[in-house]
């Protein structure tokens, strides 16, 4: 029949072998450790690969009249659909098959309109002249109503390009996998103080500020936390009392959204551009209206829609996590810290990274072969392993039974001095581990070496987990000595900047109203900017693709035999306010340091009772210990210690240790 399209099977041999290859790298695992600018690359070599796949197989005749460009705008085309199709797929995953079959209605109608900007913008800067305005409108009306054959072609394709969108997702998500979440561990969870002490670190309060402040507190708040996680070889510090996965995945869900914005804008500015080319009224109409917008709806998302997600009393963490869900980076998941961790890696002069601010501690000796006087005689000191002493202060500490309370072996050491420790540190160009193993942990418990010092680390987790008292504890046979050191640190609740969240009421209409008129005006000035934006970030693509910054700390590390792997700082430290936000919070500062060093020294002063060691003079000295503490004036957090006793030592803090390097954040707080 003449005149009647026909359909070559030939169409489908391009698409067939994208998918072949597609999914032979997915099942060998090479997708699994894409960049977001690698996976790009990759989109886009696969429409370009496409273009030559179709004329080759379907009409070699005409390879001979190949154009450089072609492969060039089919590639382009695949990413701006890529962009299009990956948060479609996103927001209807709970559905799946929905979202596939209007997905792929929706590209294949979007394929050849797009397809035509490339090849529009090239015939304006190369050929002018065969650029017919008065045609514009036709063509482009056209493009979205092609033949039968020619749709079902572009289905064919865009069917193809949501099969490798769902094989790069399913590449890419590790971190799920790396650390299970979990939501479930309290149900107390929404009041303001006492209430909820003790809580899950997904549910706490400061896990949930934070999460907020991916949207509230700009740009340079998710670049901190995921520059932060970014260091190919810095050890993990502990995150006392938040879920830094959720929050860097929340971070990371508000980059990828800014970016994806970015190439909005840069859809409009181009609109507007060829719509210039027509008539400059009409583009300057089409850059207003368009770019105010895409403004209008990312601001009105933001305030109306995202920040009610972090209220007090509607926040889960379970439903955050779907909601904002991205992945992270094969290589972040190295340096997030793992629950059973007991090894920290630091640097500078403090080893206690991620507790806080120093409030400075006690420590005493106390002749182990000196026995007591008991009837005008001194009896025989009763030997002891160190283990023993341990045990009878955790037993001490559990009957205490006070909320939040726990206690762990932790052990310490400088990450310059672990180079050749290849138990900790397997690859001197990779990461070190978070854990030792159970029978080096014997081995340094009961022994003083040089590098690694083990301490036990007792804290309190109050007020929604946003003020943690923390002890450092270390006892520690040398001779016939008996060596006994406290430290005591306070992490305190987070600064005001990252209390936005609390602070913003409901939206009412006077609000949106006022966003409308904002967005008139930053809404083109984002879209003429994004060109830009784009151009500025393509640096940071290049060192991505090419690796430059790993290659450039691999030099560093190579060059320098002392390079220091440890953290200096942990995040939740560099957020912190340095002060009390309740007189009650400092009440209860005041409570726990009294309780739990009391009953640290009666359960030392029994256990050497009971040993037959003299601890006259220790019992002396008793008061003058429990006494040298925290002194807060004005909700800022001060701390003294005094020497006690025959071979005490003194520490006085006159201002938060910061020798170690600060990685983020401001300096810290200074304390008297």
């Given amino acids: 029949m003449n005149g009647t399209p026909t359909f070559d099977v030939s169409y489908l041999a391009a698409p067939a072998i994208i998918l072949f290859v597609v999914i032979f790298l997915a099942a060998t695992g090479k997708l699994y450790q894409l960049s977001r600018s690698r996976t790009r690359i990759f989109i886009f070599g696969l429409g370009a690969l496409s273009s030559v796949l179709s004329v080759a197989i379907v009409a070699p005749n005409f390879l001979i009249a190949f154009r450089w460009f072609d492969p060039v705008a089919s590639g382009l085309t695949w990413l701006l659909l890529y962009e299009i199709a990956r948060p479609l797929l996103k927001r209807f995953a709970q559905r799946p098959i929905v979202s596939f079959l209007v997905t792929a209605m929706l590209v294949s109608m979007l394929k050849v309109p797009i397809e035509m900007i490339p090849y529009f913008v090239y015939y304006a800067i190369t050929q002018p002249g065969l650029i ?81 402040s991916a949207f509230l507190a700009g740009s340079s708040f998710r670049e901190m936390v995921l520059n932060f996680l970014d260091d190919l070889n810095r ?138 006087e008991e009837n005008g005689s001194e009896l025989e000191p009763v030997k002891f392993e160190i283990s023993e002493l341990y045990d009878e202060i955790d037993h001490c500490i559990d009957v205490l039974e006070l909320t939040g309370l726990t206690h762990q072996d932790m052990y310490f050491v400088n990450g310059s001095d672990i180079r050749d420790d290849h138990n900790i540190l397997p690859d001197s160009h990779g990461h070190p581990v978070q854990k030792i193993s159970a029978d080096r942990c014997v081995t340094y418990r009961n022994t003083n070496d040089r590098h690694i010092r083990h301490y036990q680390w007792i804290k309190v987790m109050d007020w929604g987990n946003q003020l943690c008292t923390s002890y450092f504890l270390r006892c520690s046979l040398r001779g016939p000595n008996l060596f006994v050191e406290i430290n005591r640190y306070l992490l305190t609740p987070l600064a005001d900047k990252y209390r936005k969240v609390d602070a913003t009421g409901d939206r009412n209409w006077q609000y949106g109203l006022g966003i409308a008129v904002l967005s008139l005006l930053a809404g083109p000035i984002m879209a003429a900017a994004s060109p830009l934006i784009i151009f500025g970030r393509m640096n940071e693509y290049i060192e991505e693709l090419f690796n430059k910054k790993k290659k450039v700390r691999r030099k560093q590390i190579d060059e ?63 008061s003058t210990i429990l006494n040298s503490g925290i002194i807060v004036q004005g909700g800022d957090v001060k701390a003294e210690s005094l020497a006690v006793g025959s071979g005490a030592q003194a520490v006085h803090v006159t201002k938060s240790e910061t020798p170690r390097k600060r990685r983020l954040g401001r300096p810290a707080k200074e304390v008297a």
């Fill in 560 to 622: 320098n035999p002392l390079f220091n792997y440890g953290t200096g700082q942990s995040l939740r430290e560099s957020v912190s306010s340095g002060q009390f936000m309740h007189y009650f919070q400092k009440l209860d500062g005041v409570f726990y340091s009294k309780v739990l060093e009391r009953e640290i020294l009666n359960s030392i002063v029994d256990f050497l009772d009971a040993h037959d060691i003299d601890t006259s003079e220790l019992k002396e000295r008793q």
């Fill in 235 to 372: 050890a993990a510090a502990p995150e006392l009392g938040m879920d830094l996965v959720l929050v860097a995945k929340v971070c990371q869900y508000a980059r990828n959204r800014d970016r994806r914005y970015t190439w909005i804008y840069f859809a409009c500015a181009a609109l507007a551009l060829i719509a210039a080319l027509v008539d400059p009224v009409i583009g300057a109409a089409v850059l207003v209206l368009s770019g105010a917008l895409v403004f209008f709806r990312k601001k009105w998302q933001e305030d109306f829609r995202f920040v009610r997600l972090f209220k007090r009393d509607v926040f889960n963490p379970e439903a955050t996590e779907r909601q904002f869900s991205a992945s992270l980076k094969y290589e972040t998941s190295l340096t997030l810290p793992a629950d059973d961790q007991n090894l920290v890696i630091y640097q500078g002069f403090s080893p206690f990274v991620g507790a806080g601010m120093n409030l400075g501690g006690w420590s005493f000796v106390v002749n182990a072969t000196k026995g007591k």
């Fill in 132 to 212: 017919n305005s008065d045609r514009l409108p036709d063509a482009v009306v056209s493009s979205l109503y092609p033949s039968p054959s020619s749709y079902f072609v572009n289905l064919i394709n865009s069917i193809a390009l949501i099969i490798v969108i769902f094989c790069l997702r399913r590449g890419t998500s590790l971190v799920s996998s790396t650390r299970k979440l979990e939501f479930w561990q309290t149900d107390a969870f929404g009041s303001a103080g006492g209430a909820d002490m003790e809580m899950a670190s997904s549910k706490s309060h400061t896990t949930r500020l934070l999460c907020a």
